[in-house]
């Protein structure tokens, strides 16, 4: 799933666990993306991405089995729930942001193709239903996810406009005929590691944004 989709979960969860901060939340449904940029830059996970790369289609995730396995996205959700329940003594914060955690890998298997680990190095068959492999149907998969977010969250205008604007920002990932950044990064795929990374920072920033925009989602604002 893209950057804005894993963020705009965060709204979701919210919705559900109001008197949850959304900060946190935010970090939580991005955290394992966080640790494949940092193992991706110091090699020990591996992504390849093809010299004549065009679309997502192009882009390889090899080996990723600490940041986007099941069995250690699990692992992560655990230690932060434990760590918020024990450190800050909210254990309800702490089910949300695990809930958050996991919604990241849930929403990957949902759409990538098979490459998501249920335990590593079992060599069992890995999850992903193979959307990302047409990537026209991953756009609109993409825009339907954000609309989805959007209704659940009984969001405002400047929601859905804003979700649906910056899932197309990405077009060009998705469309062969429509050259973007992705023309620099084909076959450094260091620099896609890095580029997803400020990617995600974007991303949950836009999303801050248009929670700030919204009166239904934090009970303190609407008082
Ligand atoms: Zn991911």
């Known amino acids: 799933m893209n950057s804005i989709n894993h963020a705009a979960t965060a709204l979701v969860v919210k919705r559900f666990a109001p008197g949850v ?12 993306e966080f640790i494949w940029v940092g193992l991706n830059l110091i090699g020990v ?20 089995p600490f940041s986007h396995s099941i069995a250690f996205t699990m ?14 003594k909210q254990p309800k914060w702490g089910f949300a942001i695990a809930v ?16 998501v680990e249920i335990i590593p190095f079992l060599g069992w068959p890995e999850l992903g239903t193979g959307i990302y492999g047409i990537p026209l149907l991953a756009l609109a998969v993409e825009l339907a996810y954000g609309v989805f977010v959007w209704w659940i969250v009984r969001g405002n205008m400047t929601m859905l ?8 920002s990405s077009i060009s990932f998705y469309v062969t005929a ?16 890095m580029f997803i990374g400020g990617h995600i920072v974007i991303g949950l920033a836009a999303v801050y ?15």
Not at 209 to 223: E, G, K, S, V
């Open 75 to 88: 692992l992560w959700a655990a230690i932060a729930w434990i760590v918020v329940a024990a450190v800050w």
């Open 21 to 32: 901060p959304f900060v946190p939340l935010l970090i939580s449904v991005q955290l394992i």
């Open 45 to 64: 996970e591996r992504t390849q991405f093809d010299a004549d790369a065009t679309t997502i289609a192009d882009m390889h995730l090899v080996h990723m």
């Open 161 to 168: 406009i804003g979700l649906c604007l910056l899932n197309l």
């Open 209 to 223: 944004w248009i929670y700030t925009r919204q009166d239904n989602l934090d009970p303190m604002a609407a008082q």
């Open 100 to 115: 958050g955690i996991m919604s990241h890998i849930i929403l990957d298997a949902l759409i990538h193709v098979p490459d």
């Open 178 to 193: 429509i050259a973007g950044p992705e023309v620099m990064l084909a076959g450094h795929p260091d620099w896609l590691a």
